[in-house]
């Protein structure tokens, strides 16, 4: 083959390859897209130090929770992962604009904190089962909060924490105006930051994108050592819904 006649196939044959290469391009961008992004290394957080204005009140860290005594050590950490705390952050400024605030009963929730809390509640409406997946929070994309002012004093709810009984469904059935108008408050700011809400807790809510995460093995403390890595099995969904 002479160089003219390879010139000649390479100018009928370029619109072609070139036609290929930028379908190709396409098509790998809109597979891209439809992929959940992948946050599995995202790092965990301290809300605090993302979040100075949020309160935080572990629960779990005091007796005032569903097993009566602390699980948490004292010192320990509200972490979430880094997008998740950006959301919060989100909804906290929507809140300060009507002069209020989130904070925070539980963040991050290890899988060992998980089973104690399974083995004293065994209702899947309110604890996630360690072996059908465990809880969101364990993500590190799941946050238990309440709404306060801006003195950071609790407001009106639906029910305390870890109240588990039909009252705390993220439907107020109530007859206060007052409180039903907080709840609002809170889902509104907390929806419009990118979290879910879930149907029988209307304290818990889930980062839109939990699925781009894996449970996390991080350490209550700084001192502490990371646990075991738990298992990647993501919870029944169903319980997650929109508002
Ligand atoms: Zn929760």
């Known amino acids: 083959m002479t160089f003219s006649t390879e010139k000649m196939r390479w100018r009928r044959c370029a619109p072609l390859a070139l036609w290929f290469v930028a379908a190709s391009a396409a098509a790998q961008e809109k597979h891209a897209a439809a992929r959940p992004l992948d946050r599995r290394a995202e790092p965990m957080v301290e809300v605090a130090k993302v979040c100075p204005d949020i309160v935080i009140e572990l629960r779990y860290a005091t007796a005032r929770n569903v097993t009566g005594q602390p699980i948490y050590p ?48 065994r209702n899947p ?42 009252a705390a469904s993220r439907t107020y059935r109530g007859n206060d105006p007052v409180v039903a108008a907080n709840l609002l408050t809170l889902q509104r700011a907390m929806m419009h930051a990118g979290f879910w809400v879930l149907r029988d807790e209307w304290w818990h809510f889930v980062s839109e994108d939990v699925k781009s995460f894996a449970p996390s093995n991080a350490p209550l403390t700084p001192d502490a050592t990371p646990a075991p890595t738990p298992p990647q099995k993501m919870p029944d969904a169903t319980s997650v819904r929109h508002l």
């Open 74 to 121: 004292p010192n320990a950490r509200a972490l979430v992962r880094r997008s998740v705390a950006e959301r919060l952050k989100k909804a906290q400024a929507e809140l300060q604009a009507q002069k209020l605030g989130l904070k925070i009963w539980d963040a991050y929730r290890p899988a060992w904190v998980q089973q104690i809390l399974w083995d004293a509640v």
């Open 125 to 166: 409406a309110f604890v996630g089962e360690p072996a059908r997946g465990g809880s969101l929070h364990t993500y590190g994309a799941g946050v238990d909060v309440t709404l306060v002012d801006a003195r950071g004093r609790e407001l009106p709810m639906p029910t305390d924490f870890d109240d588990f009984t039909p």
